[in-house]
């Protein structure tokens, strides 16, 4: 992956992504030496949310397959939440 420095960009502004781009699929930008963000072309951040829910699609199907599931109201799934959320605590203390 080819990096482009914070002054290069400052310097030369959204031309330095985009001729990077060209040449790769994602542009990393480094801010004093150290590698901090990395920019794609959105169709290629679209493409990958895609993958994102697809996994998750198939996740939630085994889970159905699998029996990992329960039938509640709003009110019991938010208690139930609430009392998980505070068991660490209680093992803490």
């Not at 085994?62 to 509640?72: F, I, K, S, T, V």
Request: charged share 30%; proline share 1%; with cysteine.
């Amino acid at each position: 992956m080819q990096a482009i420095s914070a002054n290069e960009l400052k310097t030369r502004g959204i031309g330095a992504i985009s001729e990077a781009l060209e040449h790769e699929q994602e542009v990393g930008l480094s801010v004093r030496g150290q590698l901090r963000y990395v920019v794609m072309d959105l169709a290629e951040f679209h493409r990958l949310r895609e993958c994102e829910l697809d996994l998750a699609l198939q996740s939630s199907r085994a889970d159905l397959a699998e029996g990992r599931w329960r039938r509640e109201s709003v009110d019991a799934h938010l208690s139930r939440l609430e009392s998980l959320a505070a068991e660490p605590e209680a093992a803490t203390e």
